[in-house]
């Protein structure tokens, strides 16, 4: 079973500075099965990027993915007000599986 | 429009049965294999199984297998997921999403329901 780790648990940042979100596998993840997802309270989770770098319809392209093999970024470009959320990594070859997220708050 | 809707929140005591729905518009129902998700409160999100409606072809996490039941019914365009016997920490929140790829079992979810709050306690 691939583990994913995110990291870092938590990111305090202001709007208008850049993110970066780490997600590592504990195994190779096959052809780049990698989705990024977002979540804000109260809502269900929405998808960002698939691929590891294909963002997903209507996803502003501030939101970029990166990495293969064991470890991928996501970016956020500047972040918006509406960007502050909670950000999920999913693998979705052998056994699919979530990372446990990453916090990015308002600093 | 692909939509996913979900059926309303559930209050249950331990040991009864629960049956949860999720039905699909907009798409070929067939075509897409379709998911469920938990987050239990305040936590994360486990990949909890998905079934290939056109046939019924069920995939579970080692974690939920025995734990629970998926299952569709093409002829309305639903997915369920249901427990024989529910316990206190069966609570959380269940997710239903589609794969983005028709006909490809190893897909991202493209298309999340509004999710499902089921809470167990005596």
């Known amino acids: 079973e691939i583990v994913l780790t995110q990291s870092p648990g938590t990111l305090s940042l202001s709007p208008g500075e850049r993110a970066t979100l780490s997600c590592r596998a504990s195994q190779s993840v096959s052809s780049s099965y990698l989705a990024w997802y977002q979540q804000k309270p109260g809502q269900a989770p929405r998808l960002l990027i698939y691929g590891a770098s294909s963002r997903a319809t209507g996803i502003p392209d501030r939101f970029s993915g990166s990495g293969s093999g064991t470890d991928f970024t996501l970016t956020i470009s500047r972040l918006e007000p509406e960007d502050f959320a909670v950000y999920y990594c999913q693998q979705y070859g052998s056994s699919p599986q979530f990372g446990q997220g990453t916090k990015v708050e308002i600093k | 429009e692909v939509q996913l809707v979900q059926s309303g929140a559930e209050v249950k005591k331990p040991g009864e049965s629960l049956k949860i729905s999720c039905k699909g518009s907009?798409?070929?129902?067939?075509?897409?294999?379709i998911g469920w998700v938990r987050q239990m409160p305040g936590k994360g999100l486990e990949w909890m199984g998905i079934i290939y409606p056109g046939d019924s072809d069920t995939r579970y996490s080692p974690s939920f297998q025995g734990q629970v039941t998926i299952s569709a019914d093409k002829s309305i365009s639903t997915a369920y997921l249901q427990w024989s016997s529910l316990k206190a920490s069966d609570t959380a929140m269940y997710y239903c999403?589609?794969?983005?790829?028709?006909?490809?079992?190893?897909?991202?979810?493209?298309?999340w329901g509004q999710g499902t709050l089921v809470t167990v306690s005596s």
């Open positions: 907009g798409y070929s129902f067939t075509s897409y294999w």
């Open positions: 999403a589609r794969h983005g790829t028709a006909d490809y079992d190893s897909s991202e979810f493209d298309y």
